[in-house]
């Protein structure tokens, strides 16, 4: 059995050779992303990066799910997908327990195009 398991990191150690230019802003727009296509789960306070590989099961999908609490490694917070406009679709946002609020964001390389070297 094969399962994609995050790479984790501190910012900058790998960004010189994968682009990040896409923002992945909710669940129906990661759930369009092709496989083959690298995406990030990034904390712009502690600076920690965690990559995976979109797979055909879709598996990095649990950084969507609403209620489910990830623990970062750079600051030993945990950080989940929520509601902040109560009532209101697409409201949710990605947010740690450390770092606070809007702090953790999500990018993935261009849809349908390899990275150069992967």
């Known amino acids: 059995m094969l399962c994609s398991l995050p790479f984790q990191a501190r910012a900058g150690v790998w ?22 296509t690298k995406i990030a789960m990034s904390c712009a306070k502690c600076k920690t990066v965690q990559v995976a590989e979109v797979d055909k099961k879709k598996s990095f999908l649990a950084w969507f799910e609403p209620k489910t609490k990830h623990v970062c490694p750079g ?11 109560k009532g ?7 947010t740690c327990s450390k770092c606070g609020d809007k702090s953790v964001y999500c990018c993935a390389t261009k849809v349908g195009e390899r990275t150069p070297g992967m």
């Open 75 to 85: 600051c030993g917070g945990t950080w989940q997908y929520v509601n902040i406009a």
């Open 88 to 94: 209101i679709r697409g409201g949710y946002t990605h």
């Open 15 to 36: 960004s010189k050779n994968w682009e990040f230019s896409v923002p992945i802003t909710s669940r129906q727009q990661a759930e369009g992303l092709k496989p083959g």
